[in-house]
């Protein structure tokens, strides 16, 4: 069974960093995409960046192009989301999702961490 698991979270002022991580465990996740995702209260949820597990190809919300980076550790199995220059409007609990392959929806998620950005 597919577990995902975020840690990293905290409070942070604007304009500073902050990096989250989720380990994986339960199979081998050659040819699946990991994502981060977010969600602010009263939003709907949003995709931030993703990463093809094997070869490494890497997709951003234009929100965040630029500022964060997503990366993962193969031995590990840890897939990383370094954040800077945060800005208020990025608070929100942020969720670690794996899928099989590039597309369709994602199928197993994280419990969230919660990413708060003072002003």
């Known amino acids: 069974q597919v577990q995902l698991v975020e840690s990293g979270g905290g409070l942070v002022q604007a304009g500073g960093s902050l990096s989250v991580s989720c380990a994986a465990s339960?199979?081998?996740?050659?040819?699946?995409?990991m994502g981060w995702f977010r969600q602010a209260p009263g939003k709907e949820r949003e995709f931030v960046a993703a990463?093809?597990?094997?070869?490494?190809?890497?997709n951003y919300a234009d929100s965040v192009k630029g500022r964060f980076t997503i990366s993962r550790d193969n031995a590990r199995k840890t897939v990383f989301l370094q954040m800077n220059n945060l800005k208020p409007e990025d608070t929100a609990v942020y969720y670690c999702?794996?899928?099989?392959?590039?597309?369709?929806?994602?199928?197993?998620w994280g419990q969230g961490t919660q990413v708060t950005v003072s002003s």
């Open positions: 339960g199979r081998t996740f050659s040819g699946y995409t």
């Open positions: 990463i093809t597990w094997s070869a490494g190809i890497t």
């Open positions: 999702a794996a899928k099989l392959g590039s597309y369709g929806e994602y199928r197993y």
